[in-house]
């Protein structure tokens, strides 16, 4: 890894949710790995009224309580004497002259040398505001040490809002100074499929239409919309996690090998595959959208959608989704790719599963009556990460009965190698200036470009159905038929769960 220069970090937001939950923990560790510069500070930017003093009180407070290993009194103390906090009506770029003295000042402290990041960890009706308030300021140009802001999901509610956004940092920034977060992208077994298929030699030959039958990628939640109701529900599924986080694994499964492993390169990859998926004119059979419903299990009573704080009684907010998609490119064309997410489902497991054809003549006699096998490679991103390959192996005995079984790797074999949050990883890479594992403007445009003819649909056209499905089942039956072959079902991970005996990768 670079050597960090020396920099100033300023969070807006500082006393928000975000920042108590991801910025702080993950700011922590990689200082407690010894990772920032010796000319550092934090300097938390918040409408709450803190003293310097009572935001490290706070944050120690917090840190002191986290996880299982409780950080030494010295560590957290040494951590929080780099915090540094000022109130200011984030709304009121008047007062954003006193940000800059602020920062004037910590710069000389702390020998930070010019270099600033900024961190938006506000609500995103702030952006444009704070991006403002910097540039009205000269809090934004790249002289005298360099500049750069991180701005946070959501970034637009559709295609128009998010090319308002872009084109308002921009007059503000450089597009180079943008690092725009898709938290998906700084997690470990994300960043591994780039590397599976690229750093292995069997994968990439067999990696197209010729052998790969479909593709599926599953984001399953256990949990519900945890208090977040009232953003929930003017988001949903869509939203929340299609637009960004899922067809992010779909680039990186489909996107061509770049020709280095540079921001730039990947960038424009994954763009290309964004450019390639073909616009879902069909949402009625295409997309299945469902809501979660009162139900019973286990004994478990389980609140449904509707009655969440925060969401409409009549809410037709989708907190599950399905869909199929194309990609029209000379690789992939007529490979269906199924997508799907879920708030409320049995397990939490986000997986991608690579589905390759079967064999082209039968010789042999699957256990369970199966005539034949399709190879599975499955990318588990969480939990239990890790990476599985199934393949059909003789069952001992008279015959040439075959089975399935499991060629795999799990990271939790790595030992003492501890997979680091992906915050963590975010926050080294923009301190360094490294942009890979964020969003350029066009692919978030291009997404959007995606999802907005279905969220148009379900707008206008009020016959499109939304499915109920009780809280705590896989979703809507209806998303099965979206599986063209009739033959296959979607992967169920964990099923074994259900009997409360272990998960199954
Ligand atoms: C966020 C969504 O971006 O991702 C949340 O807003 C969702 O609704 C979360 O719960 C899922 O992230 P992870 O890392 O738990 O898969």
Same mark, same amino acid.
């Given at each position: 890894?670079?050597? *960090?220069?020396?920099?100033?970090l =300023?969070?807006?937001?500082?006393?928000?949710?975000?920042t108590s939950?991801?910025?702080?923990?993950?700011?922590?560790?990689?200082?407690?790995?010894?990772? *920032?510069?010796?000319?550092?500070?934090?300097?938390?930017? @918040?409408?709450?009224?803190?003293?310097?003093?009572?935001?490290?009180?706070?944050?120690?407070?917090?840190?002191?309580?986290?996880?299982?290993?409780?950080?030494?009194?010295?560590?957290?103390?040494?951590?929080?004497?780099?915090?540094?906090?000022?109130? $200011?009506?984030?709304?009121?770029?008047?007062?954003?002259?006193?940000?800059?003295?602020?920062?004037?000042?910590?710069q000389?402290?702390h020998?930070?040398?010019?270099? !600033?990041? &900024?961190?938006?960890?506000?609500?995103?009706?702030?952006?444009e505001?704070?991006?403002?308030?910097?540039?009205?300021n000269?809090?934004?140009?790249?002289?005298?040490?360099?500049?750069?802001?991180?701005?946070?999901?959501? #970034? @637009?509610?559709?295609?128009?809002s998010?090319?308002?956004?872009?084109?308002?940092?921009l007059?503000? #920034?450089?597009?180079?100074?943008?690092?725009?977060? +898709?938290?998906?992208?700084?997690?470990?077994?994300?960043?591994? $499929?780039?590397?599976?298929?690229?750093?292995?030699?069997? &994968?990439?030959?067999?990696?197209?239409?010729?052998?790969?039958?479909h $593709?599926?990628?599953?984001?399953?939640?256990?949990?519900? =919309?945890?208090?977040?109701?009232?953003?929930? /529900?003017?988001?949903?599924?869509?939203?929340?996690?299609?637009?960004?986080?899922?067809?992010?694994?779909?680039?990186?499964?489909?996107?061509?090998?770049?020709?280095?492993?540079?921001?730039h390169?990947?960038?424009?990859?994954?763009?290309?595959?964004?450019?390639?998926?073909?616009?879902?004119e069909?949402?009625?059979?295409? =997309?299945?959208?469902?809501?979660?419903?009162?139900?019973?299990?286990?004994?478990?009573?389980?609140?449904?959608?509707r009655?969440?704080?925060? $969401?409409?009684?009549?809410?037709?907010?989708?907190?599950?989704?399905?869909?199929? *998609?194309?990609?029209?490119n000379? %690789?992939?064309?007529?490979?269906?790719?199924?997508?799907?997410? @879920?708030? !409320?489902?049995?397990? %939490?497991?986000?997986?991608?599963?690579?589905? &390759?054809?079967?064999?082209?003549?039968?010789?042999?006699?699957?256990?369970?009556?199966?005539?034949?096998?399709?190879?599975?490679?499955?990318?588990?991103?969480?939990?239990?990460?890790?990476?599985?390959?199934?393949?059909?192996?003789?069952?001992?005995?008279?015959? #040439?009965?075959?089975?399935?079984?499991? *060629?795999d &790797?799990?990271?939790? +074999?790595? @030992?003492?190698?501890?997979?680091?949050?992906?915050?963590?990883?975010?926050?080294?890479?923009a301190?360094?200036?490294?942009?890979?594992?964020?969003?350029?403007?066009?692919?978030?445009?291009?997404?959007?470009?995606? =999802?907005?003819?279905?969220?148009?649909?379900?707008?206008? +056209?009020?016959?499109?159905?939304?499915?109920?499905?009780?809280?705590?089942?896989?979703?809507?039956?209806?998303? /099965?038929?979206?599986?063209?072959?009739?033959?296959?079902?979607?992967?169920?991970? !964990?099923?074994?769960?259900?009997?409360?005996?272990?998960?199954?990768?």
């Amino acid at each position: 890894m670079k050597v *960090l220069e020396n920099q100033l970090l =300023v969070i807006f937001g500082a006393s928000g949710d975000l920042t108590s939950r991801k910025l702080i923990p993950a700011l922590f560790e990689i200082f407690s790995q010894q990772l *920032l510069p010796d000319g550092f500070a934090i300097l938390g930017v @918040g409408r709450k009224e803190f003293s310097s003093e009572e935001f490290r009180t706070k944050i120690s407070t917090e840190l002191s309580k986290t996880g299982d290993k409780t950080p030494g009194k010295n560590v957290i103390e040494a951590f929080v004497s780099m915090l540094h906090y000022i109130s $200011v009506n984030t709304m009121d770029t008047s007062e954003y002259g006193s940000i800059r003295t602020k920062i004037d000042e910590l710069q000389q402290a702390h020998g930070t040398g010019g270099n !600033c990041i &900024f961190y938006l960890a506000t609500p995103p009706s702030l952006y444009e505001i704070v991006a403002s308030g910097l540039s009205i300021n000269g809090l934004t140009a790249n002289d005298n040490g360099w500049k750069r802001i991180i701005v946070e999901k959501p #970034f @637009g509610i559709n295609l128009k809002s998010a090319q308002l956004l872009n084109n308002h940092l921009l007059q503000c #920034f450089d597009e180079d100074q943008i690092y725009r977060i +898709d938290h998906y992208l700084g997690k470990e077994t994300v960043q591994n $499929v780039m590397v599976t298929r690229f750093s292995n030699g069997i &994968f990439e030959p067999l990696w197209n239409r010729n052998y790969i039958h479909h $593709v599926e990628i599953t984001a399953a939640e256990s949990i519900g =919309v945890e208090g977040r109701g009232g953003y929930y /529900d003017k988001s949903g599924a869509l939203r929340d996690m299609v637009q960004n986080h899922l067809l992010q694994l779909v680039s990186l499964i489909a996107m061509e090998p770049p020709t280095r492993i540079h921001a730039h390169d990947i960038r424009n990859e994954t763009l290309k595959v964004l450019h390639s998926v073909r616009r879902i004119e069909n949402i009625g059979s295409d =997309v299945i959208r469902g809501q979660y419903t009162e139900s019973m299990v286990r004994g478990i009573k389980h609140n449904g959608y509707r009655s969440e704080p925060g $969401v409409a009684s009549d809410s037709r907010t989708e907190t599950y989704v399905a869909l199929r *998609l194309f990609i029209d490119n000379w %690789r992939w064309g007529g490979v269906p790719f199924y997508i799907r997410t @879920g708030k !409320c489902l049995p397990v %939490r497991v986000t997986e991608i599963v690579v589905h &390759f054809r079967p064999t082209p003549h039968r010789l042999f006699c699957f256990d369970e009556g199966r005539m034949n096998s399709d190879n599975q490679l499955i990318i588990r991103i969480q939990p239990d990460e890790g990476i599985l390959f199934k393949i059909g192996m003789k069952i001992p005995g008279t015959g #040439f009965h075959v089975q399935d079984v499991n *060629l795999d &790797f799990h990271y939790s +074999d790595l @030992g003492s190698q501890n997979l680091p949050e992906a915050y963590q990883r975010l926050l080294v890479d923009a301190m360094q200036g490294d942009a890979t594992l964020f969003t350029r403007g066009d692919a978030i445009e291009q997404s959007w470009k995606i =999802v907005d003819p279905i969220l148009r649909a379900w707008e206008n +056209d009020q016959s499109i159905p939304i499915f109920g499905y009780p809280a705590v089942t896989w979703g809507p039956q209806e998303a /099965d038929g979206l599986i063209d072959d009739s033959t296959m079902t979607w992967r169920y991970p !964990c099923k074994n769960l259900a009997e409360g005996i272990y998960c199954e990768l």
